[in-house]
């Protein structure tokens, strides 16, 4: 099982980053595909019945939230977003009662919850200095979720969440914590972000990146599912992987926006 983790860890992590390094189409089309995936798991993990239907229903939504970053265009967003509310109410409404208020409720929340999420990696490698960015956010979550994982193994003790997730521990979070903050501080010559916004985006990382993987875990809880899905060898679904992302790399785009001279020149 090991192996199976690092193994998927060092195929896909060149595959992401590469496609960041790229920008453009290459970044949307790898974004396209986590969406596709992501979503279907979603789906699954709030309940609403597999399908042809309700798996269109999700990738529609997920891609009005995408839709804006993509082209370029913000306002685009929210009246693709009033459709899509619009036609689920109509499913709703003409599919009476075959459709329920939990299923409407699960394919919204889905493909809110993914693709909010997606559309943030766009936006920050939209904005100036992207890459550089999006590099940040991506070691260092990988840094922190690896030291965890490893100093878990070794040395933990007392339970993070025991009710969530039993395998995460006190002493594995720290770990993690403090490898993230040695690594962003540590002056490697391809960081292009200054120390502050490092250290910023290491702290921000340590606390969100917990949420989102905690919060993963208690969305498959309550669906009784070990992993979201089994795209990933080691890893279970995309979801599984990339869960600390989900709102890690959210909370880095907006502090950049609040420290918008933390990239060097």
């Not at 690092?6 to 396209?32: D, E, H, K, R």
């Not at 919060?215 to 992987?241: I, N, T, Y």
């Amino acid at each position: 099982m090991l192996g199976q983790r690092l193994l998927t860890a060092l195929l896909g992590m060149p595959v992401l980053l590469f496609a960041s390094y790229l920008g453009g189409v290459p970044y949307a089309a790898v974004i396209t595909v986590l969406a596709v995936v992501g979503v279907l798991e979603a789906l699954r993990l709030f309940g609403v019945t597999p399908g042809p239907e309700t798996a269109i229903c999700g990738l529609v939504g997920v891609a009005g939230w995408l839709i804006g970053p993509m082209l370029g265009n913000d306002s685009l967003t929210w009246p693709v977003l009033a459709l899509f509310a619009a036609a689920l109410l109509t499913r709703q409404v003409v599919r009476f009662p075959d459709v329920t208020n939990q299923e409407t409720a699960g394919i919204c929340f889905a493909s809110t919850y993914l693709g909010l999420s997606l559309a943030h990696f766009l936006m920050l490698r939209a904005v100036d200095g992207g890459f550089a960015l999006t590099l940040v956010a991506l070691l260092l979550t990988w840094v922190f979720d690896s030291a965890a994982y490893f100093v878990g193994i070794r040395l933990g003790k007392h339970r993070l969440a025991p009710r969530l997730s039993p395998g995460k521990s006190w002493e594995g979070a720290i770990g993690g914590s403090i490898a993230a903050l040695a690594f962003a501080a540590a002056p490697f010559p391809f960081w292009s972000a200054t120390l502050p916004l490092r250290l910023g985006a290491a702290v921000a990382i340590i606390v969100f990146g917990q949420i989102g993987d905690l919060a993963e875990s208690a969305m498959k809880r309550h669906a009784q599912v070990k992993d979201s899905g089994r795209v990933l060898p080691g890893h279970g679904g995309m979801l599984d992987r990339f869960d600390s992302l989900m709102l890690s790399l959210p909370a880095v785009y907006y502090l950049f926006r609040l420290l918008p001279g933390g990239l060097g020149r």
